[in-house]
């Protein structure tokens, strides 16, 4: 296991366990097909009242004199922002975060990069910026619906570098309609001569009333399980051969360079997040702001935040989404030390579930108690997820 950072293990030995701040800036000039995120054109004073309604959410949500390990913006995309509006945007955060984090991640779409952006981001301190590339083929760039050129990637990249962040990630999307292997092949190729510190390969999904799902649906585009297959395990080879250590299903870094936000995310620490659509996972209960700009600004009016699909944090949810999501990861989770989290939780239905996973050669149980996906295992890590969480459901529910 040398090599694969587990998150949970240091972070609970080290102290507290880290508080991260997610900040969704909901701008795009133009939906992708693919994209389920929420997002909406900045017209008018939009971006004058979403940043208002992030001052005023930020009070709302009380960190106790906390401060945030790890921040995180996505969107939308921030690159919308003006230089001034990311300064303002940025010095509100760090106030709310008690300093600047040891690790903020911006996520930047080509076209938006500019040395302007750029230096107002480092002067903040931010430390990572993820880049939206998910292809290096103008065809395939079109079928998406993204509003950049391959050059325009190369010249955001060598702008970012140029500018001197501790860390680049390259976030790239595979299985696209009518992609070729080789085109996926060249995608990575090219990624890997640009040496980012970090890439991140996502296999595209179907959300519901994108219009890919419309394509989908229409029978324009179709599904090929066994094509994705073929798609992450040709990645998976690609990038250890590269010098990319795999950590997670579609995540890979050189040493020192994966993301401690979503590792803290996966291994089920706290943390808040900020604008419409944000999630958090805060002081006993996880919840996510409404998506839409309106609808937020007037929950945080009402002194309201994190009121859509509000859940309490019990330890039977907590147990089975670290199970879930720390498989997901290379490391794997230990058993024992959940255990030692949370002694409530129905283990006993998870332990009924591990010789079946076991048996079909889709995870590997060690002497210590931890457990980790086979690459097999990881093909099918959503499968596996589901029937876990299926298992500890019920019996979460059932009287003491």
């Keep these: ?5 587990s998150g949970q293990d240091k972070a609970e030995s080290a102290g ?21 995120f929420y997002q909406t054109v900045p017209k008018g004073d939009a971006v004058a009242r979403y940043l208002a309604g992030v001052a005023a959410e930020a009070k709302l949500a009380e960190t106790h004199g906390r401060r945030a390990a790890t921040a995180f913006w996505g969107g939308g995309t921030p690159g919308l922002l003006k230089p001034a509006e990311l300064e303002q945007l940025g010095r509100m955060m760090l106030g709310f975060c008690g300093g600047v984090p040891g690790e903020w991640t911006v996520e930047l779409a080509p076209a938006t990069v500019t040395a302007d952006r750029l230096a107002v981001l480092k002067a903040l301190g931010v430390t990572r910026v993820s880049l939206g590339v998910q292809s290096f083929q103008p065809e395939l760039l079109e079928a998406l619906g993204r509003q950049h050129s391959p ?25 696209l309609p009518n992609q070729t292997p080789e085109q996926w092949r060249a995608d990575l190729a090219e990624a890997v001569r640009l040496a980012p510190d970090h890439l991140s390969t996502y296999c595209l999904t179907f ?116 199970v879930i999501f720390g498989l997901r990861m290379n490391a794997g989770v230990s058993l024992p030390d959940l255990q030692r989290r949370w002694p409530e939780a129905p283990w006993s239905a998870l332990f009924d579930l591990l010789p079946k996973f076991l048996l079909e050669g889709l995870m590997l149980h060690t002497p210590e108690g931890r457990i980790r996906l086979t690459p097999r295992g990881r093909l099918l890590a959503d499968a596996v997820g589901a029937e876990i969480l299926e298992a500890l459901e019920p019996a979460a529910k059932e009287p003491a």
């Design 1 to 5: 296991m040398a090599g694969f950072p």
């Design 16 to 36: 507290p366990p880290p508080l991260g701040v997610y900040v969704h800036v909901p701008f795009c000039a133009t939906t992708c097909d693919f994209c389920a």
């Design 151 to 175: 050059a325009q990637i190369r010249r955001a990249h060598d702008l970012i570098r140029a500018e001197g962040f501790a860390s680049v990630n390259l976030d790239l999307m595979f299985a």
């Design 207 to 322: 959300e519901e009333d994108t219009a890919l799902w419309i394509k989908l649906s229409q029978g324009k585009v179709k599904l090929d399980v066994d094509k994705e297959a073929l798609f992450y395990t040709r990645t998976w080879e690609f990038l250890e051969a590269a010098g990319y250590t795999q950590y997670e299903v579609s995540n890979f870094a050189r040493p020192g360079h994966a993301c401690r936000h979503n590792l803290n995310t996966w291994n089920m620490h706290e943390w808040i997040g900020l604008g419409p659509s944000a999630a958090s996972q805060h002081a006993g209960w996880r919840g996510m702001n409404p998506p839409d700009l309106a609808l937020w600004l007037d929950d945080v009016a009402a002194g309201r935040r994190a009121t859509t699909d509000r859940v309490e944090l019990t330890p039977a949810l907590l147990a089975a989404d670290s």
